[in-house]
């Protein structure tokens, strides 16, 4: 959706908004709906990497599997772990040595629909991410030729490469990538009680969370970047922290010297904190503080973000309820899975 077209729809939904739950025509309604609505069914994986059940637990397998490192001590698990809604808890992910490294371990939720990897958006397809913290010397330092021979020697993982790929049923670095990949587009997140709100159920949300809504889709101007049911539109902006990190600016394809960002979905919000790419808001009432005027305002700064945005209390915990509302209350433990398409 264009910029233009988002913001002819804020100034329709401030409107609504103000007139409060249950007031809502028709019409409106239906549009956030179609901003919002979970789709039925996950895109299509990648023709050379069709979707099964048996490549899906293969990768499931191989994510907690720590032979997948140089020392054999660490797993894709260790720092995603499920249980934390596939983020660590630290600012910044540790290096093997034990040092922090540049960068806040991100949740996997939702990225069957992503459009480009990292923070950065440096990988263009999970298959190629899910190499890089293999190999990546401080990540797990893993080397092909040693994991191939180690796994070649379980039969029972033999087995199920099998059954993940009769066409070329061997293991190699293309089928350990592409169950890891089939694994992590398999993680959708949970529906919550904004999606039976989005459905139609008017009771699901509070009257502060149903207000908080009104202010992302209007005066606070979030939806301008946190759009869609996932809450991202998969680009990269500059919000004003203070960090040395190049960012988008550093890649290829990105503007060189413009320190942007992927914008991160906010689906199980309420369990991946700290925030941001270098993990430096500890809590939503800090992200909200960032937003009204806590930012750095550079020349790179997004032209979207309200330099002006001044919040009261109560509207920071409207907000802030409402953001609440995209996370499961039953914790990650219950993360449901795509089946194949
Ligand atoms: C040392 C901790 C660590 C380990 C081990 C690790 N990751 Fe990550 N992962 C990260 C960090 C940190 C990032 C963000 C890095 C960046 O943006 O530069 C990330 C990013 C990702 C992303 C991109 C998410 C997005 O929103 O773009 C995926 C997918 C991912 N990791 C999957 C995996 C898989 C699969 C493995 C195992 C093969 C793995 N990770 C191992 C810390 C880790
Ligand atoms: C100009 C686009 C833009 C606007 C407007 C915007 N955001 Fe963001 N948001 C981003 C980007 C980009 C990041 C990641 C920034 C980084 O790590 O450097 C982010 C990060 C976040 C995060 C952290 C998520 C995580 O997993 O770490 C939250 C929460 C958030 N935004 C909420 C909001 C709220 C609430 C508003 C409205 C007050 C808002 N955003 C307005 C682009 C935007």
Redesign the pocket.
């Known amino acids: 959706m264009g910029i233009v077209a988002v913001v002819a729809l804020l100034c329709a939904l401030t409107l609504i908004v103000a007139s409060g739950p249950g007031a809502q025509g028709g019409d409106v309604e239906a549009v956030w709906r179609q901003m919002f609505k979970r789709p039925g069914t996950p895109p299509p994986s990648p023709s050379d990497n069709p979707l099964n059940p048996e490549k899906i637990a293969l990768g499931a397998r191989l994510?907690a599997d720590q032979r997948?490192s140089g020392g054999g001590k660490?797993?894709?698990a260790?720092?995603?772990r499920p249980e934390r809604a596939f983020t660590?808890g630290r600012r910044?992910?540790?290096?093997l040595s034990g040092a922090p490294?540049r960068?806040?371990?991100?949740s996997?939720w939702d990225?069957a629909w992503?459009k480009h990897?990292?923070?950065?958006g440096r990988a263009s397809s999970?298959e190629e991410?899910?190499g890089m913290?293999?190999a990546e010397p401080q990540?797990?330092d893993g080397d092909w030729p040693t994991i191939l021979s180690r796994l070649e020697g379980d039969e029972a993982l033999v087995r199920q490469f099998r059954a993940a790929f009769p066409e070329t049923p061997t293991i190699s670095q293309d089928t350990i990538r592409m169950a890891?990949a089939s694994y992590?587009r398999s993680l959708v997140s949970p529906p919550t009680r904004f999606d039976a709100w989005i459905d139609g159920d008017v009771q699901a949300l509070r009257p502060a969370e149903t207000r908080g809504f009104g202010l992302f889709v209007g005066k606070a101007g979030c939806v301008l970047c946190h759009v869609g049911w996932r809450f991202t539109d998969d680009r990269f902006h500059d919000i004003g922290l203070r960090s040395s990190d190049g960012g988008r600016g550093a890649v290829a394809g990105g503007t060189p010297g413009l320190s942007a960002f992927?914008t991160?979905g906010l689906r199980e919000l309420a369990h991946t904190a700290p925030y941001m790419?270098d993990g430096s808001l500890a809590t939503l009432e800090a992200v909200v503080k960032h937003y009204t005027g806590g930012f750095v305002a550079r020349p790179g700064l997004a032209t979207h973000i309200n330099r002006k945005l001044r919040l009261s209390g109560r509207e920071k915990a409207d907000l802030i309820a409402f953001l609440r509302t995209l996370s499961s209350e039953t914790g990650p433990a219950h993360a449901r899975r795509a089946g194949p398409d």
């Open positions: 994510f997948l660490r797993a894709c260790g720092c995603h660590d910044r992910a540790l290096a490294l960068r806040n371990t991100p996997l990225l992503g990897f990292f923070w950065d999970l991410q899910v913290p293999i990540e797990m890891l992590v992927k991160p790419h």
